[in-house]
């Protein structure tokens, strides 16, 4: 009796833009089976799903989906339906267009059909986005928001630094040595209400511990008046009384500027940790010195939930930058930083391993031995971040929270011949 005959594989491109996308179905063997265009709507997508039912997609044999973003409304419902969905880097899909044409022709609907033959041919060696959770999406969601809130926060702080230069150095001397500079609610507080060196001035020493307050200061308001009172009433270049004035203007949209991303990063950071002790890995990420609710939600937001997502440590750690790279050809062989990686947990990571110096003795020593032995402090501190990836990957994997003993026996060996 002849064995039932298999389908054959079906594979989707889809070249995406805001309005509408194109979509193409090809078989095994390259043979195109159809493409048509789609709305960028619910009515849109429900004919996207019904084309690939008509070609056999079902539960339990989905059709693969070529996409040249890993965001959007069509990623997330077709994340969503279960699907593995491929999403292939832009530069990629130039190089195969390459493989078709040497004319250099380019549509829409051969981008679709390049990106399907790119799932028929090289499928093994792309990844499908991972099967997160929506806990942790959301996670994801709020962290980076969070993240790119502080960078907004240093632009505007830089810009609003560089313009009090020109005009304020007062305010720049009232505030060099707090701990968060001009980003303080002191300094945000007094430069609204005296925006200008000369209003600075005429500030008494009531009308500032009545801004101090304002700023929620609760102690040393009125040794920090008479601080304050003190740097004000120094002697300062200034500006042309017109020019000056119309500097205070600038400053106070500066600032108004500055304030509202202070305001987002905090609230943001408010609602990030909120949502990440709600993620049953939140004790384990915690449980590593030199991680807190904000920087463990912001290495769960990119490392996820999906626990297929990397074969091994040395796959999360070439995705986080922390494993060096090998360049070796004929007798020249050079190991150099990895510059391809995920830039949102590196910069995570360069705070984790600074932190832990000060919260484990073994991660002390650890970077203490690489400084020694010739890296410089990054090097180092890559090399710490190296060795936290791998330990976090084990404990995620096993559901185990760290342990200082087994994370650096050598130190740990040592306190007990000590003690001995």
């Known amino acids: 009796m002849a064995n039932a005959e298999l389908p054959t594989p079906v594979f989707c491109g889809v070249d995406w833009a805001e309005d509408q996308h194109d979509i193409a179905l090809?078989?095994?063997?390259?043979?195109?089976?159809?493409?048509v265009r789609i709305g960028d709507d619910a009515a849109g997508f429900t004919q996207l799903t019904d084309?690939?039912?008509?070609?056999?997609?079902?539960?339990?044999?989905?059709?693969?989906?070529?996409?040249?973003?890993?965001?959007?409304?069509?990623v997330a419902c077709l994340r969503a339906?279960?699907?593995?969905?491929?999403?292939?880097?832009?530069?990629?899909?130039?190089?195969?267009?390459?493989?078709?044409?040497?004319?250099?022709?380019?549509?829409?609907?051969?981008?679709?059909?390049?990106?399907?033959?790119?799932?028929?041919?090289?499928?093994?060696?792309?990844?499908?986005?991972p099967a997160d959770s929506e806990l942790v999406q959301a996670i994801a969601v709020l962290a980076r928001a969070q993240q790119d809130a502080v960078w907004a926060r240093g632009q505007a702080h830089n810009k609003l630094r560089s313009q009090l230069r020109e005009f304020y150095p007062a305010i720049l001397d009232a505030f060099a040595q707090h701990k968060h500079g001009l980003c303080s609610r002191e300094a945000r507080t007094i430069l609204a209400a005296a925006p200008t060196p000369t209003m600075a001035a005429?500030?008494?020493?009531?009308?500032?511990?009545?801004?101090?307050?304002?700023?929620?200061?609760?102690?040393?308001?009125?040794?920090?008046?008479?601080?304050?009172?003190?740097?004000?009433?120094?002697?300062?270049?200034?500006?042309?009384?017109?020019?000056?004035?119309?500097?205070?203007?600038?400053?106070?949209?500066?600032?108004?500027?500055?304030?509202?991303?202070?305001?987002?990063?905090?609230?943001?950071?408010?609602?990030?940790?909120?949502?990440?002790?709600?993620?049953?890995?939140?004790?384990?990420?915690?449980?590593?010195?030199?991680?807190a609710a904000l920087t463990g939600a912001r290495i769960l937001a990119e490392i996820g939930d999906d626990r297929a997502r990397f074969a091994n440590a040395g796959s999360l750690k070439a995705y986080a930058g922390s494993?060096?790279?090998?360049?070796?050809?004929?007798?020249?062989?050079?190991?150099?930083?990895?510059?391809?990686?995920?830039?949102?947990?590196?910069?995570?990571?360069?705070?984790?391993?600074?932190?832990?110096?000060?919260?484990?003795?073994?991660?002390?020593a650890h970077y203490d031995r690489r400084r020694a032995a010739g890296d410089r402090h990054v090097a180092a501190q890559r090399n710490l971040f190296n060795r936290f990836m791998g330990m976090l990957f084990h404990c995620l994997k096993n559901g185990h929270t760290y342990d200082e003993a087994i994370a650096f026996p050598q130190l740990s060996a040592g306190h007990i011949a000590t003690a001995a």
Request: glycine residues 6%; contains cysteine; hydrophobic residues 40%.
């Open 26 to 35: 090809v078989d095994a063997g390259g043979r195109q089976l159809t493409k």
């Open 81 to 129: 339906t279960g699907r593995p969905v491929f999403a292939i880097n832009p530069l990629a899909v130039a190089r195969y267009r390459d493989r078709h044409s040497v004319a250099r022709k380019k549509s829409d609907a051969v981008d679709a059909a390049v990106l399907a033959n790119i799932l028929r041919t090289d499928m093994a060696a792309h990844r499908p986005l």
């Open 323 to 364: 494993a060096p790279v090998t360049r070796a050809s004929g007798k020249s062989c050079k190991v150099m930083s990895r510059k391809v990686k995920n830039q949102r947990l590196a910069a995570v990571g360069y705070v984790w391993a600074f932190v832990s110096l000060t919260r484990s003795p073994g991660a002390r």
């Open 202 to 291: 005429k500030l008494t020493r009531r009308r500032l511990q009545t801004l101090l307050k304002q700023a929620g200061r609760i102690r040393g308001i009125q040794a920090d008046a008479e601080r304050l009172h003190e740097v004000f009433k120094r002697d300062y270049l200034h500006q042309l009384p017109q020019v000056e004035t119309a500097l205070g203007h600038q400053t106070s949209a500066l600032l108004r500027q500055l304030n509202t991303a202070c305001d987002n990063a905090d609230q943001l950071e408010e609602a990030v940790t909120q949502v990440f002790e709600e993620h049953p890995d939140a004790p384990i990420i915690r449980s590593f010195p030199g991680l």
């Open 51 to 74: 084309l690939l039912a008509e070609h056999g997609d079902s539960e339990a044999a989905p059709i693969p989906v070529a996409i040249e973003t890993s965001r959007g409304l069509l």
